[in-house]
């Protein structure tokens, strides 16, 4: 089983500044298996990002993703006041089929 | 508009069974994997089962193989959750989810969660 380890577990930021959250997977995982989702108080989680790097539809240019093999970062270039969240790293293995890792909270200093 | 609906959440017994439902619409149901996906309060995501478009294949996550089965009937655009002998710590949000597993993988359409609550 691959597990995935997100860092930090919490990240306090003034709206404005760049936000860099790391998932760490304890085996190589492909880039087209690595996905980021957001997710709000009391929201189901919304997909960010596919494939290591592609935006999902409608996601601002603010977001990236980058990484390969068992280092993946999720960029916030300029965190806006929406973005203030849990985000979540997730791989498609085999068994179990589909990991998280334990989040990331982007909190407001 | 692409919609998950979820229902069938609530208050039940340790040892207790649930069904939830999933209602499907906007998109071509029968073409997609589907999963179950909870979380409990106050924790992060937990994927629980899947199922193949035609229903032919299904995964668990080992704590639930044995009590929980997933189904589906795409004539009805719905999928389902069996959910038998519960125990305290399946009390979550359950929510349904569509999985994407062309050349990436990832699940691109929640539902907004229903709440499973096992307690006496």
């Known amino acids: 089983e691959i597990v995935l380890t997100q860092s930090p577990g919490t990240l306090s930021l003034s709206p404005g500044e760049r936000a860099t959250l790391s998932c760490r997977a304890s085996?190589?995982?492909?880039?087209?298996?690595l996905a980021w989702y957001q997710q709000k108080p009391g929201q189901a989680p919304r997909l960010l990002i596919y494939?290591?790097?592609s935006r999902a539809t409608g996601i601002p240019d603010r977001f990236s993703g980058s990484g390969s093999g068992t280092d993946f970062t999720l960029t916030i270039s300029r965190l806006e006041p929406e973005d203030f969240a849990v985000y979540y790293c997730?791989?498609?293995?085999?068994?179990?089929?589909?990991?998280f890792g334990q989040g990331t909270k982007v909190e407001i200093k | 508009e692409v919609q998950l609906v979820e229902s069938g959440g609530g208050l039940v017994q340790p040892g207790g069974s649930l069904r939830l439902s999933c209602a499907a619409s906007?998109?071509?149901?029968?073409?997609?994997?589907m999963s179950w996906v909870r979380q409990a309060p106050g924790k992060g995501l937990e994927w629980v089962a899947n199922?193949?478009?035609?229903?032919?294949?299904?995964y668990y996550v080992d704590s639930v193989k044995g009590r929980f089965t997933i189904s589906r009937d795409n004539a009805k655009n719905s999928l389902y959750l069996q959910m038998n002998s519960l125990r305290a710590e399946d009390t979550a949000v359950y929510y349904c989810?569509?999985?994407?597993?062309?050349?990436?993988?990832?699940?691109?359409?929640w539902g907004k969660g229903t709440t499973v609550t096992v307690s006496s």
């Open positions: 494939g290591a790097s």
């Open positions: 085996q190589s995982v492909s880039s087209s298996y």
């Open positions: 906007g998109f071509t149901f029968s073409s997609y994997w």
């Open positions: 997730q791989q498609y293995g085999s068994s179990p089929q589909w990991t």
């Open positions: 989810a569509r999985d994407s597993v062309y050349y990436y993988y990832y699940m691109d359409v």
């Open positions: 199922i193949k478009q035609d229903g032919s294949e299904k």
